[in-house]
């Protein structure tokens, strides 16, 4: 049991190359995120999404894209890469939060992360 | 959307002193209230957390405790040891469309 793993776990890009990280959880979740974290300003969601084949926006969604064709992954993708996204990216997944199923898990919607991915953009 | 403020951003605390850490969140429809710990180059875990119908919640050295009607919730952390030395952070959910985070305490124990 992996939990969550996430690839590459460094990358150093040149400005307007593409690249994507990929998530991959085998828990059965449900829900898979992925946040950006920089110092002074604590975790910031990029996308997420509540299922295979759906996804939503977050707080930072710009210049990012997702996918979730399978419920196991969930890839993050940098188009046109930009020295404002450097950073070290988090991917985490959870049950959805329903409080009384009793199961710990379903019932506080832990996050569970990966070890992290660092990039940087030249 | 939430927005969760956090203070203070650095605490330095001596060896066995508890320390406290306070957040606050702007909506009202919010009911999860995790705490997650970040050791130097490692992914945030979860600590502890507390639902709204809940007013305090304990587990051994730590304990949270929250304020809906002021929409304020607190860390706190009695006996400190040099393995609490970390960055932590509040977060709040009204939902389970992804926590939003505040920016970080980093708590440094003293020897």
């Known amino acids: 049991n992996a939990g969550v793993t996430q690839t590459p776990k460094f990358r150093v890009l040149k400005t307007g190359q593409s690249m994507t990280l990929l998530c991959a959880q085998d828990?059965?979740?449900?829900?898979m995120y992925w946040y950006r974290q920089d110092p002074g300003m604590g975790l910031r969601l990029i996308h997420y999404?509540?299922?295979?084949?759906?996804?939503a926006k977050g707080e930072v969604p710009d210049g990012y894209n997702v996918s979730r064709l399978k419920k196991q992954n969930f890839l993050l993708g940098l188009e046109s890469a930009a020295p404002s996204q450097t950073s070290v990216y988090f991917c985490?997944?959870?049950?959805?939060?329903?409080?009384?199923?009793?199961?710990?898990?379903?019932?506080?919607?832990?996050?569970?992360f990966g070890e992290g991915s660092r990039l940087t953009v030249l | 959307g939430e927005n969760v403020e956090q203070h203070p951003s650095t605490l330095s605390v001596q060896e066995g002193d508890s320390a406290v850490i306070k957040c606050t969140y702007s909506d009202s429809a919010s009911n999860y209230f995790p705490w997650y710990k970040q050791e130097l180059g490692k992914r945030p875990q979860l600590i502890i957390d507390?639902?709204?119908?809940?007013g305090e919640k304990k587990d051994q050295r730590i304990a949270v405790t929250l304020n809906k009607t002021a929409k304020h919730f607190s860390l706190h952390i009695t006996e400190t040891q040099p393995e609490d030395s970390a960055v932590y952070f509040c977060?709040?959910?009204?939902?389970?469309?992804?926590?939003?985070f505040g920016k970080g305490t980093h708590l440094i124990i003293q020897p």
């Open positions: 977060a709040a959910a009204g939902d389970a469309d992804g926590l939003t």
């Open positions: 828990m059965n979740h449900e829900y």
């Open positions: 507390i639902r709204s119908n809940v």
């Open positions: 999404s509540v299922g295979e084949g759906t996804t």
């Open positions: 985490a997944s959870s049950y959805p939060f329903e409080p009384g199923q009793g199961n710990l898990a379903l019932d506080t919607g832990e996050l569970f």
